[in-house]
């Protein structure tokens, strides 16, 4: 990888490295100059990074058994940072993949970066090249965002070296294994080496970022998806990816301004846009905030669009009490409603991570009255991360399963709720160990037509702080007894999203864009 500096802007540049240089340096000790109460969160315990890229076989089992129908590879995506330098923020970081494969009752590990342009670019130059975007605030953030620009003109850096981490979650669909971030397009990986192989644009069709959180319809195969900016207007795009693969045109979505939309849900017939007040302010970098807050009298509201819609005339909107979602679990239509569980919070902070908990919460919409109704579900606890069996994705389910928090640094178990019964059930860990988010993995020993929705295993990582080592959990989907605890050969950081690569997924995986 090789750039040249543009002679016609290196007199320009220098001088302005120059100048943002001196008031950098000069601002970087300022009361402005970090993110925060985060940072400890950030720089202890399990949300440390980890160092080595490694590889190990035959893994130890410390409880119960491996299924051994169970046949394929969970993967999970998450933040970690080569610089852990004070600003870092959980949200950034390169995106790692940490991977069991799991075959004949036998597991192995390995972890690798996601390889994108903006981390090679790092290592070229250096883990000090990009500054962490959480950490920009007052006015030495903005001396740092000057020093960027000129350096990056300097370099003559292309577009796609100004992306983003791939950090956040994963997609699997037309035989193509995907690392996603919403501040980017996705990058294409081989499920079974974690070998990144590019960033993926779909023959060249997408030209906007493209959501961590694609709906993948489990009767129709079509991959639903939605992209937001806040640089420039539309702030929000959607569109589809039919069942071969092949991205259909994107239609623009006209919400109340940039703003950070993290997800999105799917029925058989309507796509539901998060239209919530995180709200991307530039005018806070003359001040001690960061560039996105929570604007607690700000425009809240649910849109409802007909999926396969060229326009959004059609677009109904439900206004709701200013509030945040990050995750929604699953969404479905009876009659003439829209009912979307998600995991709600009240309000926001995300510079603190010590953010109110949020709680499993049952929207109903009415297409024909326009009226919405929200009820809490589980108020015991917080829950965050949610999940289900995909195979109901869009459609009406009956179980959530989500991490059991009772705060931000206390993800101490899963959470399993009955929407018929109203009741949940959990798996605590021990005190001062940490659980990340659990997908659901369907019981191979029977037919899908046979299977019961709960019928199959929740698998997911959970950090052992007594030992700061952390294992592969199988929990029985149905009572969420462990069926097996496996020991990993190093940490698994915090994270955020995974998903469950099976046998028949990596026999169909697909190699370069379309």
């Known amino acids: 990888m090789s750039f040249e500096p543009k002679p016609e802007v290196i007199g320009t540049a220098v001088l302005g490295i120059a100048a943002c240089a001196l008031v950098a340096r000069a601002l970087l000790a300022s009361p402005f100059a970090t ?260 604007q607690k009298e700000g425009v809240c509201r649910f849109g409802v669009l007909p999926r396969y819609d060229k326009d959004t005339s059609r ?45 499993l919460t049952l929207y109903r919409m009415n297409l024909e009255t326009g009226e919405v109704t929200e009820t809490v579900l589980e108020s015991k606890f917080g829950s965050e991360f949610p999940t289900i069996n995909e195979d109901y994705l869009g459609y009406k389910n009956r179980y959530m399963y989500s991490v059991h928090m009772t705060g931000f640094n206390s993800m101490s178990g899963i959470a399993k709720y009955d929407m018929e019964t109203g009741k949940s059930i959990t798996y605590i860990m021990d005190e001062n160990d940490l659980s990340g988010e659990f997908v659901f993995v369907p019981n191979q020993d029977k037919e899908a037509s046979e299977r019961e929705e709960d019928d199959g295993y929740l698998v997911g990582y959970q950090y052992i702080s007594k030992r700061n080592n952390s294992e592969l959990v199988i929990l029985r989907a149905q009572d969420l007894s462990v069926q097996a605890r496996i020991v990993l050969p190093q940490r698994v950081p915090q994270g955020f999203h995974g998903r469950w690569i099976s046998k028949e997924m990596i026999i169909s995986q697909k190699s370069g864009d379309i």
């Not at 009659?335 to 995300?350: L, P």
């Open 35 to 294: 993110s925060g109460e985060g940072d400890a969160l950030i720089q202890s315990g399990n949300f440390l990074p980890v160092s080595k890229e490694v590889e190990a076989f035959n893994l130890t089992l410390v409880e119960g058994s491996i299924p051994a129908s169970m046949d394929g590879i969970f993967i999970r995506n998450g933040p970690n940072p080569t610089n852990n330098r004070p600003g870092f923020h959980w949200f950034e970081g390169w995106g790692m993949l940490h991977a069991v494969r799991i075959n004949n009752g036998i597991a192995s590990y390995q972890n690798k970066y996601v390889q994108t342009d903006k981390l090679q670019l790092e290592k070229k130059y250096g883990p000090d090249f990009f500054f962490p975007v959480f950490s920009l605030k007052g006015f030495s953030g903005l001396a740092s965002l000057m020093w960027q620009k000129f350096r990056s003109t300097y370099l003559g850096l292309p577009d796609r070296f100004k992306k983003a981490t791939a950090n956040t979650a994963l997609a699997f669909h037309a035989g193509r294994f995907f690392a996603l971030m919403e501040g980017d397009q996705p990058h294409l990986v081989e499920a079974q080496s974690l070998t990144t192989m590019s960033r993926f644009t779909f023959g060249g069709e997408l030209t906007h970022s493209f959501t961590a959180h694609p709906k993948v319809d489990p009767k129709t195969g079509e991959m639903f998806f939605f992209g937001y900016s806040v640089h420039q207007q539309p702030w929000l795009n959607y569109s589809i990816i039919d069942a071969t693969g092949k991205k259909l045109p994107s239609i623009p979505i006209e919400t109340a301004g940039p703003r950070m939309v993290h997800d999105f849900t799917i029925t058989e017939h309507y796509a539901i846009f998060l239209d919530m007040p995180l709200v991307f302010n530039k005018k806070n970098l003359f001040t001690d905030k960061g560039f996105f807050e929570f």
């Open 315 to 359: 677009m109904k909107w439900f206004d709701v009490d200013p509030s945040y979602i990050f995750h929604v679990a699953n969404s479905w239509e009876e009659g003439n409603e829209i009912f979307m569980v998600a995991c709600k919070y009240d309000q926001v902070d995300i510079y603190s991570l010590k953010t109110v908990l949020a709680y």
